[in-house]
């Protein structure tokens, strides 16, 4: 259960985000709405650790993650993607993926000892490593990757790249997995395919929240359990999506004027 | 881009099988290339020994030591860290101190000097919490002009601009390093070290790790990489590398001085891996050996060496850029578009 209680967070005077209250349990899909400007990504940067809030706190389960740098909240189980692609363009598939793991391979510490281990070619490491290379194929496998994993990234199209960097963000098994506009910039038909992936694997799997971030509002209306809606830093609504399409406020926003 | 589908559209099958050949050969290639240089430079001295040839090969096989450590902080991590020769110099200082005046047998004020070139680099690797990018670049360079002042200007313990001269003799395995010939397999040896220790460095996690903090530091936080500690460790592993060879270089030169471990110098090993490119080892030490064997070769040639080194760093930057792969495609696209037109001018509609 990650729980956000009253957040906000203010830039040089600029409101970016106030009190924003919502909690959300495993196995939902969670959509968050708004126009440019809402707040969106800036909640999602203070949930991951990138932002520190100025009000507020955020758990996961009761513990707190509040003040936490990414790398910590990443550690608990929230994992993210962004809104451009932030995959490293010379490595291959595979090995993009398995940098998703890094959390498996490097163990609890810093990792150094497990860097020791594997450049002496200790058993232990590589059992890890085959194993991760399993799971990295699995996490390919499950985007429909599987067959470009030692394609190198930067010669895939823009909708393979995207559906590489959610297998990257799910390979090691998030608890919550936000995604920053995952279909921006894709085809509709494109944006329709990657949307109904995203959804079969978080409902396919019982302990996985899922938290969209759109642009496009039908496409989050059609997917989602419940939705957040953004308005100017606040949030103006949550609901079931048949409530939110029929609230008059959303559809002043959205269509503008009565 | 779309030039460049264009030419795997028109792939001939036989261009495509020679293409998926060499995409299967490359990783072996890459892996066994330096290996198989190494092994060659073993058999060196039976073809040729005279002392001039191992020299100019065993200031290589330094060089090629110091570029494998500096790969994985400026090639792999991308840290613009322009201080290896800082650090190859705080080896052979201390090496040389330890050995001359405190009477030290040279295995020993190797591994002190490893030691303390490592810690000197995790010190060092502390400022990146604050310093990035390329304000981290001038903190490295200021480190390596203070450090050579330093050293010229503190005689009670550097010797000044003098340096060190006149060494005891210095064993390790029981070879000396008063014949070239034992230098020359010493400081191979240490180089082979080096290199495979480096190699088996980047195949771990921890490579894809550091490739990643250089793409994107963001991203590389958000899947629960430490930026700190990942620049943290490769600049710590990279200078206790410096540290070795620096110790090897006091055995091999038996001559230091503070303007060998300069800004020049050290910008030097740091251009090796800049040439080499981005995150690919064995590139890096190749040109690394290749340009300091040609440029010991051709001392003759004084400073023009230097301006034909900086003929080949733009040649090897538009190589990486793609400017001369464009400009040959194009000019193969103009004359095969001549030859066209000249054959088909009759029906040519467009």
Not at chain 1, 32 to 57: A, D
Not at chain 2, 28 to 57: A, E, K, T
Not at chain 2, 152 to 181: I, K, Q, Y
Not at chain 2, 301 to 318: E, K, P
Request: aromatic share 10%; hydrophobic share 50%.
């Amino acid at each position: 259960m990650l729980t956000c209680d009253g957040l906000g967070i203010v830039f040089g005077g600029v409101v970016a985000l106030s009190n924003v209250s919502f909690a959300v349990g495993p196995g939902h899909v969670l959509g968050v709405i708004g126009p440019n400007g809402s707040g969106k990504s800036t909640m999602v940067n203070i949930i991951t650790g990138f932002y520190q809030p100025t009000t507020g706190s955020v758990k996961l389960d009761n513990i707190e993650l509040t003040g936490k740098s990414p790398e910590i909240v990443r550690r608990m189980g929230i994992a993210r993607t962004f809104q451009n692609l932030r995959l490293a363009l010379e490595m291959t598939t595979l090995d993009n993926a398995m940098a998703g793991l890094n959390l498996y391979f490097a163990g609890d510490g810093t990792g150094v000892l497990r860097m020791a281990e594997a450049a002496v070619g200790m058993p232990s490491a590589r059992r890890r490593a085959a194993e991760g290379r399993e799971l990295a194929m699995e996490a390919l496998a499950s985007v429909d990757m599987a067959h470009r994993a030692n394609v190198v990234v930067g010669s895939m199209s823009y909708g393979e790249q995207k559906r590489l960097e959610l297998a990257r963000a799910m390979a090691l098994r998030p608890r919550v997995l936000f995604l920053d506009e995952p279909t921006a910039g894709l085809a509709p038909q494109e944006a329709q395919e990657l949307m109904e992936l995203m959804c079969g694997l978080a409902r396919g799997s019982e302990d996985m929240t899922l938290v969209l971030i759109e642009h496009r509002l039908q496409l989050v209306l059609d997917v989602s359990d419940r939705v957040l809606v953004l308005d100017g830093g606040r949030l103006i609504a949550d609901d079931t999506p048949v409530n939110i399409s029929n609230n008059a406020d959303v559809r002043r926003i959205y269509v503008g004027g009565e | 881009m779309s030039t460049r589908a264009a030419i795997v559209l028109d792939e001939s099958p036989k261009d495509r099988w020679s293409r998926e050949r060499l995409a299967a050969i490359w990783p072996l290639v890459l892996r066994w290339f330096v290996p198989v240089v190494i092994g060659l430079m073993f058999l060196v001295p039976f073809v040729n020994d005279s002392r001039l040839q191992l020299q100019v090969l065993t200031i290589a096989f330094l060089n090629g030591a110091l570029v494998a450590g500096l790969a994985l902080s400026l090639g792999y991590t991308g840290v613009l860290n322009f201080s290896q020769g800082t650090f190859y110099g705080l080896g052979a200082y201390t090496t040389a101190l330890l050995v001359t005046d405190y009477g030290l047998q040279f295995w020993l004020a190797t591994l002190i000097a490893v030691a303390v070139t490592g810690v000197a680099g995790w010190l060092f690797s502390l400022s990146t919490g604050r310093v990035k990018g390329d304000y981290f670049a001038l903190v490295s360079i200021a480190l390596t002009i203070a450090f050579a002042q330093l050293c010229a200007n503190l005689p009670s313990v550097t010797r000044g601009r003098e340096g060190f001269f006149g060494l005891p003799e210095m064993r390790l395995f029981g070879l000396s390093f008063d014949d070239s010939l034992a230098t020359y397999y010493l400081c191979l040896l240490m180089f082979a070290f080096v290199y495979v220790l480096m190699a088996r460095v980047v195949r771990t996690f921890y490579g894809r790790s550091m490739l990643t903090v250089r793409y994107n530091d963001v991203a590389a936080r958000s899947m629960g990489i430490s930026t700190f500690t990942t620049k943290a460790i490769s600049l710590t592993i990279g200078s206790a590398v410096a540290g070795l060879a620096g110790a090897f270089m006091v055995g091999s030169i038996q001559f230091i001085r503070p303007e060998d471990f300069g800004f020049n110098p050290s910008f030097m090993i740091s251009l090796y891996v800049i040439i080499g490119g981005v995150g690919s080892l064995p590139a890096v030490v190749i040109v690394a050996l290749v340009l300091t064997y040609l440029q010991e070769q051709f001392r003759g040639l004084g400073d023009y060496r230097v301006g034909v080194l900086g003929i080949v760093v733009i040649f090897a930057v538009f190589w990486r850029a793609g400017v001369l792969r464009d400009a040959s495609w194009r000019l193969r696209q103009r004359l095969a578009g001549r030859r066209l037109r000249r054959k088909d001018a009759p029906d040519a509609d467009v």
